[in-house]
């Protein structure tokens, strides 16, 4: 019996398995956070998916290292050569029967559709994931920044005119002053 060739490395299995497993994990949760199952309590809910998101983003960020130092990222270029036959192929010809048009190898391990695809998940899926997610978990904070670049430009973003005392959360006023005693508030007393 010959050797066993795998085309895809040790580090490449255990990348796309992680991240599946990932994946599943954080939609499990995150149906269970937006109410569509009672499988998991709330705040559980949320934890794992907190801690599973930190880890995608950490395993994504290692495997774009990863890629970019072995030389592994060359798999992703897009080609549009023979896409229409790999197009006539996954439309019709998976179907019937019919013999794969692209022949993977070692060196070439995605065929022209796959890597467009990957290549979509990588530039456009995965970094909005990641800004929508980070958004979610930091809103907070980002709305905090916002009134403070509102407050350092003199300018509301909604209406254009000057900051009003209402659109500063509380962090942005100086610690030991009462808002209600800055210049220019008013507060009827009754």
């Not at 998976?94 to 695809?117: C, D, M, T, W």
Request: aromatic content about 14%; glycine content about 8%; proline content about 4%.
């Amino acid at each position: 019996m010959g050797e066993r060739l795998y085309l895809f490395t040790r580090f490449e299995r255990f990348w796309h398995w992680s991240q599946a497993t990932l994946i599943i994990t954080l939609l499990f949760s995150g149906f269970a956070v937006h109410g569509s199952h009672a499988l998991l309590e709330f705040r559980t809910a949320v934890e794992i998916h907190e801690v599973s998101a930190w880890l995608l983003m950490l395993l994504w960020v290692f495997g774009i290292f990863w890629h970019f130092t072995t030389g592994h990222w060359r798999q992703y270029i897009p080609t549009l050569n023979n896409i229409d036959r790999m197009l006539r192929y996954y439309v019709h010809g998976i179907f019937i029967g019919a013999p794969h048009p692209y022949n993977i190898s070692v060196e070439r391990k995605h065929n022209p559709l796959q890597r467009l695809s990957y290549l979509f998940v990588k530039v456009m899926i995965g970094p909005l994931l990641w800004l929508t997610g980070l958004l979610y978990l930091f809103w907070e904070q980002v709305q905090e920044l916002l009134a403070l670049v509102r407050l350092a430009t003199g300018r509301t973003a909604a209406y254009g005119g000057r900051v009003h005392d209402a659109d500063l959360p509380d962090s942005a006023c100086v610690p030991g002053h009462n808002r209600a005693d800055a210049p220019g508030t008013h507060q009827s007393h009754g």
